[in-house]
Every structure is written in C-alpha cells, then in structure tokens.
C-alpha cells in the first residue's frame, strides 16, 4: 500500500480523432479516459477487473455523472484523477477530477459500480473481496463539488427519435453494448448546430440493463427545460409468442449552457 | 535533424473499450493510433499539421490499407512505428509497422498523403514547403512487405446496404466524416457472428471525396470472393432543382481469413 496512493493521476491528451467540429474532446472519449483510469487505479491497488475475473467477480458501472466547465481542446494534455468516496455492501462511489494542461479544475465525474458474480450475474459483498481491503483505499474528504446523480421523472407520451441496430463496433469485450457507445449515441440525437451554440455541461447516465449484438435500441428524448433534455433507452424483447415488449436500458441527462460568443 | 531518426517509434495499449467481443483490438482504434503516429512523426521532423496551418496548408490522407496477421488483445501494448517511403511533388507515401508486446511483427501499413492549400482545397508541391527538407526524411529502404492500395472494379448493380445520416460525432475538426469513423460505420455492415469466425487480415479505404455532417451516407456492398469484400459509400447531391445525385465519397476492400479452431 505504501506504493501507492489513494488518488490516482493519469495524463492523458485530446488526440485529433476524438475531438469534434468545435475541436474540443468528446464526452464518450472524455467518459472512456475516466473508465480507464478507474481501471489502472482499482488495478495498482489489487482490486481490478483482472485479479476480479480470477475470483468469477466484475465490476459493473451503474452509473456515471461528468459536469465539465471546460473540455480539453485538440492536443491539450489534461489530467484525470480518481479515488474512492465510499464502499458499501454492494456499491462503490469512485470520483473523478479533471485538470487542464495549465492546472485548473476543469470538471468532476462521480461513478457508482456494483460487484457482480461472473456466473450468477448476481450482486457481491465487496467486502469479501481481500478482507474488505478496499475500505483502507477510501478517500471521504477529497473534494467533489457536483451534485449526485439524480433521477427525473420522464412524461409518458414521450416521442420515439430514433431506433438503430446494435453493430459489431458498439459490442464491447463482455458482449454488451459498450457504455462510452450509448454516450455517443445519445449524444448524437442533438444536430451539430447545436454544439456550435451550447456547450455540454452536465451528463448523466445510469445503465440499467444490458444489451446485445442485433438489439433494436429506441430512443426517446424530452425536453425538461430551455437547455437540458433526459434521454430514455430501450431494447425490444420478444415473448415465447413472438410479441415485443421494451425493456429501459439505459437513462441519461443532459444540460448544456448558452456558450460565450 | 540529429535528434530525431527517420523511423518513428510510438507505444500504444489496446485499451478496454477499444477493443471488440473477441477482445482485440477494433481495426478503427487501430487506424486513429497509426493516424496519431503519422501526425507526431510529421511533427517532430517539421512538416506536421500544426506548422503547416500557419501556412495555409494541411495534409489529406488519400489512402489508407492495414494488413494484419495478430491484433493486439486487450490490455497488450504494442508499438507503432511509422516512416516516409518517398515523397513525390504532390503525394507522399507513408508505412507503418505494428510490433506487438513481445517484439513481433503483427502488421504493417501504407497510406498516401496529399497536400493541399486550405483556401483554395488546391493541392500543392510538397517541396515548396521548408525548401522540400521532407525528402531528406525519406527511407526507401526499411521494409513494408504488403501490396500497395489498389483499385476493384465494383459491378454496376450493387444493393445499397445501409443508409445512415452523418450525426455529431461522425463529423472531425475540419468539419468532415471523420476518416476513423468511416472505417467503423464500413465494419459495421458484417454482423458480430462474422467476425467470431473469421479474421481481419487486410482492411483497405481510399478516401475520394469529403462528406459533412448531414450528409446521408449509402453503402453499397460486394461480395468479390467467398472472403473478400468492396463497399462504396456514397453521399446525396442534391442541384438547384432539387434532384438527388450521388457522388462517392470512400471505396474500401475488406479481406478476411478463416481463423484457427
């Protein structure tokens, strides 16, 4: 334990191809940097995906909330830090901050992650887990000023505005559509023009279930106000009798801000 | 010049969510490491985008084709290596070679760059630019033991496969399809179960004319032998009357091998 510290610090930089027309990174590679460093961090310190797997355990991200005030622009380095808030039964909350190249707090990220049984798909005593070492790696007191995720109620009636298939390059190693893709895909159901006026200020998503290769995703945004927009996901399931009923997948929120002209 | 040698050397790691179900690394992610290794190595030697956009010019990759027997698997580091074969008045030609974690030759690479003047898209000599210093990068000699791109006649009457609406992350810096994402958005036209059985072992894509954000994409796609394929994506022109033509935009060759039981 002496190697390491609680908080985590990776660089990263904003590579052209994950930059958008406003050459600013994108969130779903934003969101990829931070997945990442919870696994370097959670790996260093002996209670990553791949000592998990020898035990039949894995993480599973159930949620994740970045709030930016600035997002790194084409070939800027950045930093992202992460640690430990809590560890409970069955949920950890990891946190995220994100530094600029020039050492200013350019944003937080918070992430909830359950620890399920590979076989059994079931939830996990975390604190079963090498004597519930995890527990010496939390870090209560550093500072992660953004508000929890939260969860809106959606309308009923709300429109359906768009369904695709999911593809061999939305399928990630565990067979399920990748968690950075359903960034991309929610954040692709805004036109470009929108990003040139607003910038993205908040994002939210909470898995709720998986899906798979050939899945037909629907998708269903409302407008909760002037600039922020919840995001329902669904997958169609199929009955003995060959009738569809959609299961949510996936929940998001989205606030953008009017940007500076 | 003593600083750098010809050959440029660039260590990656084939990161979870790059990678697909068969857990290697997704050719696309494969194509945006060679990409950033062609634009540091340019970089370091002078002739890199950032120096040339002081001078109104940038580079146009034209053509891009990897060959690969292994990918890397997740969580495996590997290099790039990459250097000038020949640079011509217009055109430069580009190679790349991927060493996997254990120093093995796993795939190489060609491209060919064009430049061009960003006001007036006009292409441009490239020995106009630092007084043509770039052949002094060129090694003829260094290996790259593949076919160089080539050109399949496609029949005429091809069934469109696939039709999607460039959305926000499609679309580059520049304002145009994202050279990476059309290698996704072409590997997406084969389902999962192909690629459980068979290997990506030659992936080739010429890029003939830009598309933007908007743009319907049509993919039509050729069966050329029982593991070769040629898709055409083509974009939607529409004249002063209102009458759709369509241009094509990427032509690309997919070859794929049976993989060992």
Redesign the interface.
Known sequence: MEKWGRVGRYENVA???????G?SL?M?HLG?HL??AA?FHSSDRGFG??FLNTVNKTWVLSRLVIEMTDMPK??EHFFVETWVESAMRYFTNRNFRIESHDGRSIGYGRSIWALIDTETRQPCNLMDIRDGEIACWVDADKECPIAKPGRVKMSKDVPMVAEIAA???D?????HV???KYI?HV??L???D??QDKFLSRFEIAYVAESH??DTLRFYKEQMSENEYEVRITKAVYDDENNASETECVRSSVKFIEKNK
């Open positions: 590579e052209p191809f994950h930059c958008d027309v050459h994108f779903g990829n997945l990442n696994d995906m791949k084409q070939y593809k061999y390059s399928i990630d190693v565990n067979g990748n968690s950075v991309e954040l692709d805004f036109p470009l929108f990003y290769a050939g």
